[in-house]
């Protein structure tokens, strides 16, 4: 097998999301696997001992060995990592003119590479996290592109060529829920966290006289599905600038609106009165759980399905491959066929 596409994946942990249901980094190598498989691309995923694959027939899994260590920035497992990374680059890096690219999913994690010739581009797919490091990057939203350029004045000379895209899952994972007179209470999921506004959520449902359910960690696959499918409403109330939120977007396949705050990448995600509502008081959170029950649940899945399928994103990620292969090889910004979105000038 010729591999075209190099995912560097999660440093820490094996791709294992049985074992890390809630690390949202694994979840984005894994769904970055299956965005691969389904663009019928062979690819090569770099990981730790005891990752596996998601089933298909173009990947290769390329393993690092064990973890020395939990990783943080040039410590000594970010030292041994890197070197271990540049081993297995060298053996199945063909550089022979033919489209091939490199996917840095945990960013600077990887960005003491050696191995990578300068002739293949590197990017970030999903770039979720505060910092990036590549010249080509695919934020998940514009709030997100927004921040990292605000925090990162560098990024500048690179702008040209990023793009945004939205994260991804594979909807047969999130099934349509119950009907609404099953539905049972409010559901907050995620970290058990100030910052991510699990007090708010708490004193809304105490306001709005719901019952009330919050988990913080250790579910995922089906389990997860049935607690989205189940709620009259998801909270997430996110007091910082959220880069994107898988839980918003698996909530709505489940056909469960969303109530959030009205910034960082709501604003493109949750459609006030369809998907859900987006607050900045507690008597509006509280009048948009009530008005939730009239939501038209399986709009809300087909919406999802348009938007936030590896189906519907994977031929916007086959484009996005295509523009930064020009623009890599054909001149930067001067590239003569660089047209990242070619179907729109005709």
Same mark, same amino acid.
């Given at each position: 097998?010729?591999?075209?596409?190099?995912?560097?994946?999660?440093?820490?942990?094996?791709?294992?999301?049985a074992s890390h249901p809630e690390d949202s980094q694994l979840f984005n190598c894994w769904n970055f696997c299956q965005? @691969?498989?389904?663009?019928? *691309?062979?690819? =090569?995923?770099?990981?730790?001992?005891?990752?596996?694959?998601?089933?298909?027939?173009?990947?290769?899994?390329?393993?690092?060995?064990? =973890?020395?260590?939990?990783?943080?920035?040039?410590?000594?497992? $970010?030292?041994?990592?890197?070197?271990?990374? %540049?081993? @297995?680059?060298?053996?199945?890096?063909?550089?022979?003119?033919?489209?091939?690219?490199?996917?840095?999913?945990?960013?600077? =994690?990887? !960005? &003491?590479?050696?191995?990578?010739? #300068?002739?293949?581009?590197?990017?970030?797919?999903?770039?979720?996290?505060?910092?990036?490091?590549? #010249?080509?990057?695919?934020?998940?939203?514009?709030?997100?592109?927004?921040?990292?350029?605000?925090?990162?004045?560098?990024?500048?000379? %690179?702008?040209?060529?990023?793009?945004?895209?939205?994260?991804?899952?594979?909807?047969?994972?999130?099934?349509?829920?119950?009907?609404?007179?099953? +539905?049972?209470?409010?559901?907050?999921? /995620? +970290? &058990?966290?100030?910052?991510?506004?699990?007090?708010?959520?708490?004193?809304?449902?105490?306001?709005?006289?719901?019952?009330?359910?919050?988990?913080? #960690?250790?579910?995922?696959?089906?389990?997860?599905?049935?607690?989205?499918?189940?709620?009259?409403?998801?909270?997430?109330?996110?007091?910082?600038?959220?880069?994107?939120?898988?839980? =918003?977007?698996?909530?709505?396949? !489940?056909?469960?609106?969303?109530?959030?705050?009205?910034?960082?990448?709501?604003?493109?995600?949750?459609?006030?009165?369809?998907? /859900?509502?987006? !607050?900045?008081?507690?008597?509006?959170?509280?009048?948009?759980?009530?008005? !939730?029950?009239?939501?038209?649940?399986?709009?809300?899945?087909?919406?999802?399905?348009?938007?936030?399928?590896?189906?519907?994103?994977?031929?916007?990620?086959?484009?996005?491959?295509?523009? *930064?292969?020009?623009?890599? +090889?054909?001149?930067?910004?001067?590239?003569? %066929?660089?047209? $990242?979105?070619?179907?729109?000038?005709?």
């Amino acid at each position: 097998m010729s591999i075209r596409l190099h995912i560097l994946g999660h440093p820490s942990l094996p791709l294992d999301l049985a074992s890390h249901p809630e690390d949202s980094q694994l979840f984005n190598c894994w769904n970055f696997c299956q965005l @691969a498989e389904l663009l019928g *691309i062979d690819y =090569a995923y770099y990981g730790l001992a005891g990752s596996s694959l998601p089933p298909g027939n173009h990947g290769t899994m390329v393993e690092l060995g064990k =973890a020395t260590s939990k990783w943080s920035f040039r410590n000594h497992w $970010h030292l041994t990592y890197t070197k271990r990374l %540049d081993e @297995a680059l060298k053996k199945y890096v063909s550089d022979d003119g033919s489209p091939e690219w490199v996917a840095s999913i945990y960013g600077v =994690a990887q !960005c &003491d590479l050696a191995a990578v010739p #300068h002739s293949l581009p590197v990017f970030e797919p999903m770039l979720g996290y505060g910092t990036c490091w590549t #010249h080509y990057r695919v934020f998940p939203s514009y709030a997100h592109q927004a921040f990292i350029y605000t925090r990162q004045p560098e990024t500048r000379k %690179d702008r040209f060529f990023d793009t945004v895209i939205p994260h991804f899952v594979n909807p047969d994972d999130y099934p349509l829920g119950v009907t609404e007179e099953e +539905r049972e209470g409010l559901l907050y999921l /995620g +970290r &058990d966290a100030v910052d991510k506004g699990v007090g708010i959520a708490r004193e809304v449902a105490q306001a709005s006289g719901m019952s009330f359910q919050a988990i913080f #960690h250790g579910v995922g696959g089906i389990d997860k599905a049935q607690l989205l499918g189940r709620a009259k409403a998801v909270l997430m109330p996110t007091l910082y600038l959220e880069p994107f939120g898988y839980v =918003a977007i698996e909530a709505m396949l !489940c056909g469960t609106p969303v109530v959030a705050t009205d910034w960082g990448a709501f604003p493109e995600l949750i459609q006030n009165g369809f998907n /859900g509502f987006r !607050c900045r008081t507690q008597a509006e959170f509280v009048a948009a759980v009530r008005a !939730c029950g009239g939501l038209d649940r399986a709009a809300i899945r087909a919406r999802a399905l348009e938007r936030f399928s590896v189906a519907a994103v994977a031929p916007r990620y086959r484009e996005y491959l295509s523009y *930064i292969w020009k623009i890599h +090889r054909d001149g930067g910004y001067y590239a003569p %066929d660089a047209i $990242h979105f070619p179907n729109s000038f005709q």
